[in-house]
């Protein structure tokens, strides 16, 4: 797994660099391993758990939330161990190879045990090895190109996007199914192939990949100088408002899977299972991506211009009405009324345009403020809003909860919860955006950004 032997620097070339088929395909397997688990998580653990004798030991709706959402807190708590591994001490490939193979582990973990200690064991693993990866693999994106074909950045983070969704969405279909027939053990053992598959195919690209080397002391003397803890400070106040997006967009794999066993799944003549659904997400996300790149941005920019931030504070707003058309659905769901799953598809609808706003724009944005040797640790901090919302979600889910299992916070009041603080934080973060000021750094000379960039 040592680089020394490796190229160290990006191919010269205008063209597109050898090692991103290797990435994007890492990519898609991953990312099926990672949402093939994480769409069946709150089923599992609300119907198919068992205690240390093999009986059925299921948990409550309300505890089970709080223990996907602090798992999803950890998974993008630890980029921030990942990103310092890479930068300072072992470079983004050996860690990305190391951390992939915990990975694996957590995985079948979960496949093997399915008792609470094979749940504990394997979602902290597969916390720390998909979260230990996850800032290395998208700055090595960055690493393959130099001054020539940096225009073509912002086409790969596109591919990177779209792997990531693609994989979500088969994942996302084809999981519950196999969780329903054939059981835990199989379901969470296909991602766990899945994830060796992805380790093997970037470890096949390690001659193409430009491996740039760790900085080492002087990674922490650039963190600690003036810019450094300037551009630090800049992108966490960012960070403390994408984090509130996260808290509600990731209620999709436990609220919304909860609210859809209480719906009529019978939609274009199909019977969906509830955690099913999530996969609209995916698949709107493929069609969205292209759309908006080369009808809907260029349209909005004729009347303004749309820049990174003004795009992420569109996506806010589009939050709050996503979670208030949950919250409409939820108050006809318990005066009784059978409430099609067409209802929440809406709301998916709504919450991926949000997504592609805030998200796809976000990957990118984060990436080109920080200079190369910050870039890991900068992607990382953009990850630790996932983790800080999902925390904060957690952490309500867990006091609201009631002795009993049930929820102190029921109904459409949870999601109007919700809801009220998403639009606070939007307008907040149109107050912060507009005094943002920073640089965008790719392999050139740095250049400042206007205002509300």
Not at 188 to 199: E, H, K, S, W, Y
Not at 251 to 262: D, M
Not at 283 to 291: C, S
Request: with cysteine.
């Amino acid at each position: 797994m040592g680089s020394g032997s490796y190229r160290q620097a990006p191919e010269d070339t205008t063209g597109m660099p050898g090692g991103v088929p290797y990435i994007v395909g890492n990519e898609l397997a991953e990312r099926f391993s990672f949402y093939g688990m994480k769409t069946v998580l709150v089923v599992f653990m609300t119907h198919y758990l068992r205690d240390a004798h093999g009986h059925l030991a299921p948990m409550g709706d309300a505890e089970a939330k709080s223990t996907f959402h602090l798992f999803a807190a950890g998974a993008y708590f630890f980029p921030l161990l990942g990103a310092l591994l890479a930068d300072a001490f072992l470079g983004k490939y050996r860690t990305i190879m190391a951390l992939s193979l915990v990975y694996c582990l957590g995985h079948f973990a979960l496949a093997m045990d399915e008792t609470r200690l094979g749940l504990y064991v394997g979602l902290g693993l597969i916390a720390l090895g998909a979260g230990g990866i996850k800032p290395c693999v998208s700055a090595h994106v960055g690493d393959q190109f130099g001054p020539k074909n940096e225009k073509l950045l912002e086409r790969v983070f596109g591919w990177f996007y779209f792997a990531i969704n693609l994989g979500s969405f088969v994942s996302t279909l084809l999981t519950p199914l196999v969780l329903d027939r054939l059981g835990p053990r199989v379901a969470f053992g296909i991602p766990g192939v899945l994830m060796v598959l992805a380790t093997v195919v970037f470890w096949m690209g390690r001659r193409h990949f430009a491996h740039i080397p760790p900085a080492g002391g002087a990674l922490v003397r650039e963190v600690f100088s003036h810019a450094g803890l300037a551009l630090l400070m800049r992108v966490s106040g960012l960070i403390l408002f994408i984090a509130m997006f996260w808290a509600l967009y990731d209620q999709t794999g436990s609220a919304w899977v909860l609210q859809a066993n209480h719906m009529d799944l019978h939609f274009l003549g199909v019977t969906w299972l509830p955690s099913q659904i999530q996969a609209v997400n995916p698949i709107l996300v493929l069609i969205f991506i292209p759309l908006f790149a080369y009808v809907l941005y260029p349209a909005i920019s004729k009347v303004f211009p749309l820049t990174p931030l003004r795009k992420i504070s569109i996506g806010f707003f589009l939050m709050v009405v996503a979670f208030l058309i949950s919250a409409y659905l939820e108050a006809r769901i318990q005066a009784g009324v059978r409430v099609n799953i067409a209802g929440q598809i809406v709301a998916y609808t709504l919450l991926t345009i949000s997504e592609v706003f805030v998200y796809g724009t976000g990957l990118e944005f984060f990436y080109t403020q920080a200079p190369n040797r910050l870039k890991s640790l900068v992607m990382a901090l953009f990850l630790l809003s996932v983790s800080l919302g999902n925390f904060f979600t957690s952490i309500v889910n867990h006091f609201i909860e009631n002795a009993d299992g049930t929820s102190k916070l029921a109904g459409a009041s949870y999601y109007l919860f919700f809801a009220g603080l998403m639009f606070i934080n939007a307008v907040g973060f149109i107050f912060y955006a507009s005094r943002y000021r920073g640089h965008r750094f790719v392999q050139g000379e740095p250049t400042k950004l206007p205002a509300f960039h």
